[in-house]
């Protein structure tokens, strides 16, 4: 349930309320994260491990998003969207 409230938020505000394009959290994290994650819900064995085995809130999958070596950065935008993203994908 809470993970289709995520979901729902996360729909919410991509949807552009303020008439910005919406950004999509799997792009972002395809274009700037699967260098060095995944998210297949095991251990993958790649350097910056499956993000998907871990029970992380998006305000910590934010965090971490934002000291990434990402170039460029991120927007607040993108780091968001990708958050929501990763935590839609966590195995429980």
Known sequence: MRRLLVLAA???LLAGC?????V?????????CSGCH????H??????GDLAVGHFSVA???????????RPRL????LHAVAVY????QTR
């Open 60 to 70: 910590e999958v934010e965090s971490f998003a934002a000291v990434m070596p990402v």
């Open 38 to 41: 995944t998210l297949t819900g």
């Open 43 to 48: 251990d993958t064995n790649v350097d910056g």
């Open 75 to 78: 927007t607040s935008d993108e």
């Open 10 to 12: 996360a729909l919410l």
């Open 86 to 89: 990763v935590v839609s994908r």
């Open 24 to 32: 999509s959290g799997r792009a972002v994290f395809s274009h700037s």
């Open 18 to 22: 303020g008439g910005g394009p919406a």
